[in-house]
């Protein structure tokens, strides 16, 4: 766990849109410690990094699954890059663009030599998906290490998002990469973000 101070003073710095990759070959330099948000489309992954950036705009929001078409790195205090990925399963995308942008995601998660912890944005309305279970195999395989955030969980009751963190967990069983907690959050009301900054800030550059 990182130092409070510490913490508290990376996320209220600056914090900066310094790339876009469309393909694996035009990927920057790999200089600071990154920390990769994956999900579903739709997940919240851009309002995620927007709410725990203390920002309205840094990532770009759409209520249009699919939007997000490269990979976005965003240089928070020039001590942890931030990485916005495409967002996977999507079904209204055409089949050819839908395998384009998942090979883009894993070539990125299997090669990136400094990618330390990959959060994996699971919608708390619909719970662990089969393409969130594939993408977890995925993880496992590749021995890159991730933790399950789930968002939007203003929208549960207190009663539901008991259930929907209890099904979330009992999904990571048998997962060999994945962090044994999972931490819950809404972009929305501002909630769970505390703990998964702390969880983000232990891995920057000291």
Known sequence: MSDPDFTRKLFAGPCDFVWGAEDVNS?????????A???????GKSSLINALTNRK????VSNTPGRTRQINFFDLGHRLMLVDLP??????????????????IFAYLRGRVNLRRVILLVDSRRGVMDVDQEAMKLLDEAAVSYLVTLTKMDALKPAE???AIAKAKDALAARIA?????????????????????HLAALAQP
């Open 87 to 104: 967002g996977y399963g999507f079904a209204q995308a055409s089949k050819a663009m839908t395998a384009q942008w998942q090979n883009l």
């Open 27 to 35: 990927l920057p330099p790999p200089k600071l410690p990154e920390i």
């Open 37 to 43: 948000f994956v999900g579903r489309s739709n997940a």
């Open 57 to 60: 705009t840094l990532a770009r």
């Open 178 to 198: 994945a962090y044994p907690d999972v931490l819950a959050t809404s972009s929305l009301a501002k909630d769970g973000l505390d703990p998964l900054r702390a």
């Open 161 to 163: 998002q008991q259930v």
